[in-house]
């Protein structure tokens, strides 16, 4: 017969039946005359039924830990501080206007985005959000007719909060134009990125960059069928040549 | 310290604004959250956003914890609870295709998930070792023998490594009260 210390390094592979025949016999012939070992085999029954339902089989990807805490270094810290990337800057300055400097990959040259930077004061919240866009689209030139509104959520609680409109332009292209307030300040070694999403993956629409200020607009030339790809990103991209999305999102809406 | 001190201690660094303590406690309760988050929303993007607005509630609300009223593991499970509600009601109101099958939960199932949240918890807690043999045996249904070869490991080594883990596991969660204490 075994003896215990043997049956007991045995007994998850019994409870889980990975013992062959021959095995599972023997090991029933010891439990019927050993109580210790019963009842460590019932201790350990219940710790492996709760295991068995407590949802191991989902890990959290690899990625998630840096994205988010990269995220939210950009908020003010709980006692009132300015998050870490955005403590170069006065609040006063954050909350008067923003300028946005643009930075396009060069793989995206061709659908360049086109950032404006508006001086206005911002009013309390996004109902004047459809007049600026109307003020982007002024400055820009005929770009189109209106085909739907967009309303952006954010990704978690940012404090970022956008409104934007899919326009049709006379050559039949589409065209995005988004206005967003509360941004934050891109942290080092970072870019804000576009990207139209759909069953055939992800498409850039072009990058930029918030330097200070509050509030901006965009409008971006989409290269694609809105159909095809129906969800518009933005997201917090790293700056390391890797064209694809991995950053985390900050901004997503439906076309 | 005990387990449920630290991460008290964790979360009242955090209120400071600390973002060395709020990583620690992120580390700790990343793969907490994102269980939670699949077990209610039964979808990894929404479990990844739960996991980020949770964390963003943490770091902005640090500093209404109160030991008081409960520990910080009970603190940040009512928050992922309110988040994934949250997240649970702006789904139900977005479009779905026909053929999708039903995606919203009617209601969380909290006492389940409470379990599972401390079971995961306490497993990060194992030495590396034995939690990676416990994730692949319990979590991808692997026998021993596929977790020997999985790891390149001998069999004996998984055999005592999940022996001890299982052991270290049922003491924590007697511990929590989430499995019974023996009466032996």
């Known amino acids: ?10 007994l998850p592979a019994y409870l889980s039946g990975e013992l062959d025949h021959a095995s599972a016999a023997a090991f029933d012939e010891h439990l019927a005359a050993c109580g210790a070992c019963l009842g460590e085999l019932s201790e350990l029954d219940l710790v492996t039924a709760v295991l068995s339902h407590s949802g191991l089989e989902h890990s959290p990807p690899g990625h998630l830990e840096h994205e988010v805490l990269t995220l939210v270094t950009l908020e003010p ?3 009132g501080r300015e998050g870490s990337s955005t403590k170069d800057l006065s609040r006063a300055s954050r909350l008067q206007g923003r300028s946005i400097r643009l930075v396009l990959a060069p793989a995206l040259a061709a659908a360049a985005v086109t950032l404006a930077a508006f001086g206005m004061a911002w009013r309390s919240d996004l109902s004047n959000a459809r007049d600026r866009i109307q003020a982007m689209q002024q400055q820009l030139g005929p770009t ?12 978690g609680s940012t404090g970022v909060s956008a409104r934007g409109e899919l326009v049709r332009q006379p050559d039949g292209n589409h065209r995005i134009v988004v206005w967003a307030k509360g941004l934050p300040h891109t942290p080092a070694g970072h870019h804000y990125e576009v990207w139209l999403s759909g069953e055939q993956g992800w498409v850039s629409a072009g990058s930029f960059q918030v330097s200070d200020g509050n509030s901006m607009t965009l409008s971006c030339p989409v290269g694609v069928s809105p159909a095809a790809y129906p969800e518009v990103w933005i997201t917090l991209e790293p700056d390391d040549g890797d064209p694809r999305r991995t950053g985390p999102s900050v901004l997503r809406a439906s076309l | 310290m005990a387990r449920a001190d630290a991460e008290n201690e964790l979360l009242r660094a955090v209120a400071r604004g600390d973002p060395d303590a709020l990583g620690e406690l992120y580390r700790a309760f990343e ?10 929303l039964s979808d990894p993007k929404l ?33 992922a ?7 649970a009601r702006e789904r139900a109101r977005r479009p779905i ?12 199932d909290e006492e389940k998930a409470w379990e599972a949240w401390q079971v995961s918890l306490e497993l990060k807690r194992l030495p590396r070792q034995q939690q990676e043999i416990i994730e692949l045996a319990y979590g991808r249904d692997m ?6 070869r999985t790891l390149g490991i001998p069999l004996g080594t998984v055999k005592t490594r999940l022996y001890a883990g299982l052991k270290s596991l049922r003491r924590s969660l007697v511990e929590r009260g989430v499995v019974e204490e023996s009466s032996r």
């Open chain 1, 77 to 79: 810290d709980p006692a």
């Open chain 2, 97 to 108: 295709a026909v053929a999708d099958p039903p995606r919203v939960q009617e209601t969380l």
């Open chain 1, 144 to 155: 189109g007719a209106p085909v739907r509104a967009i309303s952006f959520v954010e990704s």
């Open chain 2, 81 to 87: 609870r309110n988040v994934a509600a949250d997240l």
């Open chain 2, 31 to 40: 793969r907490p959250l994102y269980s939670v988050g699949m077990r209610w």
């Open chain 1, 1 to 10: 017969m075994k003896r215990c210390s043997e049956v007991r390094l045995d």
């Open chain 2, 47 to 79: 479990a990844e956003e739960l996991v980020q607005e949770v964390t963003f509630r943490i770091w902005r609300r640090a500093t209404t914890f109160d030991v008081r009223r409960g520990a910080a593991s009970s603190w940040i499970f009512g928050i």
């Open chain 2, 143 to 148: 026998t021993q023998a596929e977790v020997a």
